[in-house]
């Protein structure tokens, strides 16, 4: 079971990105997938999650709802997360998460900053 996360970088304040995580080792579309991020110094914290199979299903934390888009491309076993509107505080290390496998990627170090 492996999870890559990638798309990264740094970012001006309003900025976007889009995060991918691409995802092998298990059936991917029977599996709902979760983003976390993790800032300097604080606990990682839950961002998203979408349903497996057709993702129909999703739900944001509060400070992302409204800015942050979760989606998956089961033929493809990638999960991504479009983050728009970005501000400093999103600053963090991204991961994605796969809770019934108790499975983590090494993360994604997202910056803004101007």
């Known amino acids: 079971v492996q999870l890559v996360e990638s798309g990264g970088g740094l970012v001006q304040p309003g900025g976007s990105l889009r995060l991918s995580c691409a995802a092998s080792?298990?059936?991917?579309?029977?599996?709902?997938m979760n983003w976390y991020r993790q800032a300097p110094g604080k606990e990682r914290e839950w961002v998203a999650v979408?349903?497996?199979?057709?993702?129909?299903?999703?739900n944001y934390a509060d400070a992302v709802k409204g800015r942050f888009t979760i989606s998956r491309d089961n033929a493809k076993n990638t999960v991504f997360l479009q983050i728009n509107s970005l501000k400093p505080e999103d600053t963090a290390v991204y991961y994605c998460?796969?809770?019934?496998?108790?499975?983590w990627g090494q993360g994604t170090q997202v910056t803004v900053s101007s």
């Open positions: 998460y796969v809770p019934r496998l108790g499975t």
């Open positions: 080792g298990f059936t991917f579309s029977a599996y709902a």
């Open positions: 979408i349903g497996r199979v057709g993702g129909s299903t999703t």
